[in-house]
T-cell receptor, first 116, second 114 residues
């Protein structure tokens, strides 16, 4: 089946540091790739997406490049802020027929805690 | 639009009790789904529905039941609660024809089974 593996546990950069959260995926299909963000007490919300190879998703200073050759979709930011603190999930959606094409496979999540 | 709403926000059950987690959306979305979120496990799909009267199982369906009698509502039933069902439950929806993978999540229901 499909799978997503991302940086595990918690990352603790200081404000102003650069950030990379790794995400690798595995599927037999040609997926779309997503990063979802979850703030405390809320449901996940779409953060950025890339629908095909070499697309770059961007949002609020974060970027992620869809790299088909390395099956990766790493989340990057040049300078993190305290307000970026949240849990980030990498996810894929594969183009199966019917309802399967709407399903998401999530990684286990990475908690970003920015030190002020 | 209220988006996706879930009730209750928090519930404590005893082992063996049953309950229904409510989910409603006012966006006329055809696809709805239920996930559970556990520490270190990410989000796992329990059940989903592609429209009224149509439901199917996801990755972790055991111990849960769903039905979809209207487009708006997609309740999740725990038939006989077990401590292993202690979790945070999220409902989500997508419109057919919407960008694949762009799911709208509710705020969640935190369930504790003693």
């Amino acid at each position: 089946g499909d799978s997503v593996v991302q940086t595990e546990g918690q990352v603790l950069p200081s404000e102003g540091d650069s950030l990379i959260v790794n995400c690798s995926y595995e599927t037999t299909q040609y997926p779309s790739l997503f990063w979802y963000v979850q703030y405390p007490g809320e449901g996940p919300q779409l953060h950025l997406k890339a629908m095909k190879a070499n697309d770059k998703g961007r949002n609020k200073g974060f970027e992620a490049m869809y790299r088909k050759e390395t099956t990766s979709f790493h989340l990057e930011k040049d300078s993190v802020q305290e307000s970026d603190s949240a849990v980030y999930f990498c996810a894929l959606s594969a183009p199966y027929s019917g309802a399967g094409s709407y399903q998401l496979t999530f990684g286990k999540g990475t908690k970003l805690s920015v030190i002020p | 639009n209220a988006g996706v709403t879930q009730t209750p926000k928090f519930q404590v059950l005893k082992t063996g009790q049953s309950m229904t987690l409510q989910c409603a959306q006012d966006m006329n979305h055809e696809y709805m789904s239920w996930y559970r979120q556990d520490p270190g496990m990410g989000l796992r799909l329990i059940h989903y529905s592609v429209g009224a009267g149509i439901t199917d199982q996801g990755e972790v369906p055991n111990g849960y039941n769903v039905s979809r009698s209207t487009t708006e509502d997609f309740p999740l039933r725990l038939l006989s609660a077990a401590p292993s069902q202690t979790s945070v439950y999220f409902c989500a929806s997508i419109p057919f024809g919407g960008a694949r993978g762009t799911q709208y999540f509710g705020p969640g229901t935190r369930l504790l089974v003693l």
